[in-house]
DNA sequence: CGTCCTTCGTTACGAGGCTTCACGTTTGTG
DNA sequence: CACAAACGTGAAGCCTCGTAACGAAGGACG
C-alpha cells in the first residue's frame, strides 16, 4: 500500500499466488467440515486438516465469522454461475424453459450440497453477528439479480403476455416501477409478481426438502411432485396453456 | 416411583407445581434471549435474568439442546395450535377461505415472532445434534398434520374437484394412496399435491420474508405480493374461477 | 415437634473452543 | 549477504458448557 506502483501491479506475486491458494484450501477445507460434521466448525479441526496449527488461520481470516462469510459469499456466487449457466442454455423467448431450467437449477444446487444450501439460507448461524449482513447480503441479493436479470430478458420478448393472475396492487406496482432504476431499466410489475411467485415455490420446495421436513415423500415421489410444481408454474405465467381437462366446465 | 399409589395421582403436588412454572419461565426467558441476541443463547444469561446461577438450570434441562428442543416442540405446537383456530373458524366447504385462512395464520406466525420461525424452520442450529431430530422432529410432522388433516376435512367435502393441474407422477400417487394409513383414510394423490404446493409457495414466501431475503420490498408491497400469492393459490386448486382476461384467446 | 429425605441452588472446578501474543522460521528482495 | 515482510508455532487468557460436592429449604412421617 506505501507505493503506487506495486497497488497498479497486475499480475500477482508469487507471494500472492500462495497466499490465495492458501486461503482456498482452507475454504474448502472448511466446506468439507462442514458437510461432515454440520454446523459447528472447529477452527482446530480445520487447521490439523491442512497440517497446521489453529492460530495460523488468523494469518488469513480475522474471525470465525469472517470464514464464514466467505463461503456464504462463494455458495451464492456459485450459485449464480450455475444459475447463470442453465438459463443461457435456455432459447431467449422459451418462457416456459427458463422456468424449468430455474427451477431444477435451483433445487439441484440444493439438493447436490444440503449443507452449503443451509449454510446459505438457514439463518440461525451460529454466531450471526451484524458483519454477515454486510458482507454475505450483497451476495445473496447478487443471485436474486442474477434471476432477476435473466428473467427480465426472458420478458422482454413479451413471453409473460398472459399470466393466469396478475393483480397487484398500487404500492406495489410503483415500486416495481421505480426501485429498479440502478439497473437503467423498469419492470412491469406483473413480471416481478411472477418472478417472486416463482422464488417463493421453488425456495419453498427446496428449503422444505434440504430441512428435511418432507422425509414422509419418497425421493421419486418427490421428483413427480417437483415436475408437477414446474408445470403448474408454467401454467401460472401463462408460458403453457392450461390443460385441456375434461371434467372442466 | 416407588409406590403405585404415587404414579396413579392426577392431582400434581405442590412441588410438581412450582417445578413446571419453573420450567416454563426459563422457556419464557430463553425465548426472549432469543428474540433479543439471536441465535447464540447463553446459559449464563438465561439464570441472571431469574435471579439464578447456571447451573441450576442443569436441575431442570439435562443440555443446552434439550432446552433449545423443548422451545422446538412448544413453537410447533402453538403453531399448530394457532393453524387450527384460524381453520376452525372457516367454512367447512369454502376451499378458497381454508386457504387464506391457512396461508395468512402462516405468515403471521413467522411474521409475529421471527425469532421463533428461525428456531423451528432454519435448520442450522448450533449444536443441531441427533437429539432434536428424535424430540422435535415428530413435533413438526405434528404440524403438517394438522395442516394435512384440516385439508382433507375440505377436500371431503369435494372442493377440490378443478384443480388447474392433477398430474401426478405413479409413485406419488401410489404412495399418498397408501402411506397415510396411519390414520386410516386414504388421500387423494392430486389432494396432497395441493397441499405440498400450498405449503411451498407459503413456506417459501414466508422463509424468504422472515430471513430478509425480501429486504428490496417495502412491507405493503410484501403484503400486495403476498394477497396475489393466496389468490393465485385459490386459482390453481380451482378454489376460485380463473379470472375473466380480456387478453386471453 | 423432631427427623429424614428429596429437591433445589450455590460455589468450585475441569474441558474445550476462540483469539491474542511473543517468538522463531521461511521466503522474497535489494 | 543483509533485510524485511509474511508465515507458523507454542503458550496463555478468556469465555462457555457441563460436572461435582456441598449446604439450604421444605414437605412427609414418626
Redesign the interface.
Known amino acids: 500500500m506505501r507505493s503506487t506502483a506495486a497497488e497498479l501491479e497486475k499480475v500477482p506475486s508469487r507471494r500472492e499466488r500462495v497466499r490465495a491458494a492458501t486461503i482456498k484450501e482452507i475454504k474448502a477445507t472448511a466446506m468439507g467440515m462442514l458437510r461432515e460434521h ?3 466448525l472447529r477452527f482446530a479441526d480445520i487447521a490439523r486438516e491442512m497440517g497446521m496449527t489453529a492460530p495460523a488461520l488468523y494469518r488469513y481470516f480475522a474471525d470465525r465469522d469472517q470464514l464464514l462469510s466467505a463461503l456464504m459469499v462463494d455458495g451464492f456466487a456459485e450459485m449464480s454461475t450455475q444459475l447463470t449457466a442453465a438459463l443461457e442454455a435456455t432459447e431467449p423467448d422459451d418462457l416456459a424453459g427458463w422456468i424449468r431450467a430455474a427451477a431444477v437449477s435451483y433445487r439441484n444446487f440444493a439438493k447436490a450440497d444440503p449443507a452449503r444450501f ?2 446459505l ?8 453477528g451484524q458483519h454477515n449482513q454486510h458482507t454475505s ?1 450483497p451476495a ?2 447478487a443471485t ?1 439479480a442474477t434471476l432477476e436479470q435473466s428473467l427480465r430478458a426472458v420478458i422482454d420478448k413479451g413471453q409473460l ?2 399470466p ?9 406496482a410503483t ?2 416501477g421505480t ?1 429498479q432504476a440502478a439497473d437503467g431499466a423498469r419492470i412491469p410489475a406483473d413480471a416481478y ?1 411472477a418472478l ?2 416463482f ?7 427446496a ?2 426438502e ?5 422425509h ?3 425421493d ?2 418427490r ?3 417437483f ?3 414446474i ?2 408454474l408454467q ?2 405465467t401463462g408460458a403453457l396453456p ?2 385441456s ?1 375434461p ?2 366446465p
Chains 1, 2 share one sequence.
Open positions: 454440520g454446523a459447528d443451509s449454510l439460507f438457514g439463518l440461525p448461524n451460529p454466531g450471526f447480503g445473496a441479493g436474486m403476455a398472459h393466469l393472475i396478475r393483480y397487484v396492487g398500487p404500492q406495489w415500486e416495481a426501485a409478481q417472486l411467485h422464488l417463493a415455490a421453488v425456495h419453498g420446495f428449503c422444505l434440504t430441512f428435511d421436513h418432507l414422509w415423500i419418497s421419486q415421489a421428483d413427480e411432485l415436475e408437477a410444481q408445470e403448474l401454467l401460472t392450461p390443460p381437462d371434467d372442466r
